[in-house]
């Protein structure tokens, strides 16, 4: 079966990094993309990104750029998003989803985020 | 950018149906998916490309979607169906995932 396991909570200072991962197993890694989505306390779903386990491509939103990062290992199936020079608003749970099918070199977006992971809650405080 | 837009919160009795709406321009020209979520859970996906429905999730969830509007329809409403719901969108201008603000469903 399909499984997203991300790793633990995390409290970091202002003006720190954080990064979280996200292993996959019960799938071909590398047939499927991995977004990030974000949820701060009583708020909606952010979209953070996009990440290509086939090819490593990369897409990000626009108010993230230049302090996102996703990155993926396919030896060990595992994705990571890290957040540099974080603030108090960045306070959130942070989680992984599969997304995006991909073959023969095009990624498909018709398919939704079918499997997430658990939630990583990042808290951002002095 | 893209922006989809819901109505805050929808109520509706059991038994009956409920209609969540999605605002975009021409979204009808996109594939539309639909999230559940419930406190303290990871969403979950509950149609996906307008109108299929993952394996697992009930026949009552169905989705259209044509010009500026997308719909999720719940029939026959469960208490088990409160719950906040999201539309999304693969924003192909932008390269962009794009999340609707959010409905909250209150079962009276």
């Known amino acids: 079966q399909v499984q997203l396991v991300q790793s633990g909570a995390e409290v970091k200072k202002p003006g720190a990094s954080v990064k979280v991962s996200c292993k996959a197993s019960?799938?071909?890694?590398?047939?499927?993309?991995i977004s990030w989505v974000r949820q701060a306390p009583g708020q909606g779903l952010e979209w953070m990104g996009w990440?290509?386990?086939?090819?490593?491509?990369?897409n990000y939103a626009q108010k993230l750029q230049g302090r996102v990062t996703m990155t993926t290992d396919t030896s060990t199936s595992t994705a990571y998003m890290e957040l540099r020079s974080l603030r108090s608003d960045d306070t959130a749970v942070y989680y992984c989803?599969?997304?995006?099918?991909?073959?023969?070199?095009?990624?498909?977006?018709?398919?939704?985020?079918?499997?997430w992971g658990q939630g990583t809650l990042v808290t951002v405080s002095s | 950018s893209y922006v989809l837009t819901q109505p805050p919160s929808v109520s509706v009795a059991p038994g009956q149906t409920a209609r969540i709406t999605c605002g975009g321009n021409n979204i009808g020209s996109k594939s539309v998916h639909w999230y559940q979520q419930k406190p303290g859970q990871a969403p979950v996906l509950v149609v996906y490309?307008?109108?299929d429905r993952p394996s697992g999730i009930p026949e009552r969830f169905s989705g259209s979607n044509s010009g500026n509007t997308a719909t999720l329809t719940i029939s026959r409403v469960e208490a088990g169906d409160e719950a906040d719901y999201y539309c999304q969108v693969w924003d192909s201008s932008s390269d962009h995932y794009v999340f609707g603000t959010g409905t909250k469903v209150t079962v009276l």
């Open positions: 990440i290509s386990a086939y090819n490593g491509n990369t």
């Open positions: 019960g799938y071909t890694f590398t047939s499927y993309g």
């Open positions: 490309d307008d109108s």
């Open positions: 989803a599969r997304a995006g099918y991909c073959s023969g070199g095009s990624c498909y977006h018709t398919v939704g985020f079918d499997y």
